[in-house]
């Protein structure tokens, strides 16, 4: 579904991605994994096109997406959950969702079944919403543009723990029926339990890859690449 071949990707002069290879089958849930700074956002925006490839192709259905504007690659199917939410403050919960409704499938009524809480504060701004109900508003909106991948950077940063869980039960829900995905995040634990495949950036170098499985087996790899 989702290939990239040798993306590199640059800041002005600064290069930030040298040559990323990564792909997602159809159906597949597939983290990204490294330490802060080490390239797994710009992966994301160049995905996502808000900081495009200097080098390289990313494919998205067999097709070209590297080089085309942002609004094309999200009309494309690609679903993102930014760092840091950035749900629309002046919404209602009701109008964040609706804002970015297109196609069949996620609805209303289907993300209100994922997250009750959001229908108990449909009618609340976004401002007026916790950061655990806010980070469930900027899943749902995403849902909403009923994407064949999404892209979740950072979706449990800084929640409590009983709203990561929450999150993480999402998620493997969304597992269940099918959808395809792209995780960052921390929670380790986590991502082992609820993802096919995983990817090591270090530098902006793709280090390693492999099933949950193989990292396991890997003792040294948490401590190499991935501890602080």
Same mark, same amino acid.
Request: net charge neutral; hydrophobic share 40%; with cysteine.
């Given at each position: 579904m989702l290939e990239l071949d040798g993306v590199e990707t640059s800041y002005g002069t600064s290069q930030v991605l040298f040559g990323i290879d990564l792909n997602i089958a159809e159906g597949e849930v597939v983290s990204l994994l490294g330490r802060n700074g080490m390239g797994k956002t710009t992966t994301v925006r160049s995905i996502m096109g808000l900081t495009p490839p200097k080098r390289g192709e990313i494919r998205f259905g067999g097709q070209r997406i590297s080089g085309q504007p942002s609004f094309r690659i999200? @009309?494309?199917?690609? !679903?993102?959950?930014?760092? %840091?939410?950035?749900?629309?403050? #002046?919404?209602?919960?009701?109008? #964040?969702?609706?804002?970015?409704? @297109? !196609?069949? %499938?996620? /609805?209303? @009524?289907?993300?209100?079944?994922?997250?009750? @809480?959001l229908e108990e504060r449909r009618r609340h701004m976004g401002n007026q919403l916790s950061g655990g109900e806010q980070q469930m508003l900027a899943i749902g909106r995403a849902l909403m543009t009923n994407p064949q991948l999404l892209i979740l950077d950072e979706a449990t940063e800084g929640l409590a723990p009983v709203v990561r869980s929450d999150i993480w039960a999402c998620l493997r829900r969304l597992r269940e029926l099918g959808q395809s995905l792209l995780i960052i995040d921390a929670s380790l634990e986590a991502l082992m339990a609820v993802c096919?495949? &995983?990817?090591?950036? /270090?530098?902006? &170098?793709?280090?390693w890859e492999g099933d949950s499985t193989a990292f396991e087996a890997h003792g040294d790899l948490q401590r190499q690449y991935l501890s602080v």
């Amino acid at each position: 579904m989702l290939e990239l071949d040798g993306v590199e990707t640059s800041y002005g002069t600064s290069q930030v991605l040298f040559g990323i290879d990564l792909n997602i089958a159809e159906g597949e849930v597939v983290s990204l994994l490294g330490r802060n700074g080490m390239g797994k956002t710009t992966t994301v925006r160049s995905i996502m096109g808000l900081t495009p490839p200097k080098r390289g192709e990313i494919r998205f259905g067999g097709q070209r997406i590297s080089g085309q504007p942002s609004f094309r690659i999200a @009309r494309a199917g690609i !679903g993102l959950v930014p760092e %840091g939410r950035q749900i629309f403050p #002046n919404l209602s919960v009701a109008e #964040n969702l609706i804002a970015t409704a @297109r !196609g069949r %499938g996620w /609805d209303l @009524r289907g993300v209100y079944e994922l997250f009750p @809480r959001l229908e108990e504060r449909r009618r609340h701004m976004g401002n007026q919403l916790s950061g655990g109900e806010q980070q469930m508003l900027a899943i749902g909106r995403a849902l909403m543009t009923n994407p064949q991948l999404l892209i979740l950077d950072e979706a449990t940063e800084g929640l409590a723990p009983v709203v990561r869980s929450d999150i993480w039960a999402c998620l493997r829900r969304l597992r269940e029926l099918g959808q395809s995905l792209l995780i960052i995040d921390a929670s380790l634990e986590a991502l082992m339990a609820v993802c096919d495949r &995983h990817y090591i950036i /270090d530098r902006g &170098h793709i280090v390693w890859e492999g099933d949950s499985t193989a990292f396991e087996a890997h003792g040294d790899l948490q401590r190499q690449y991935l501890s602080v």
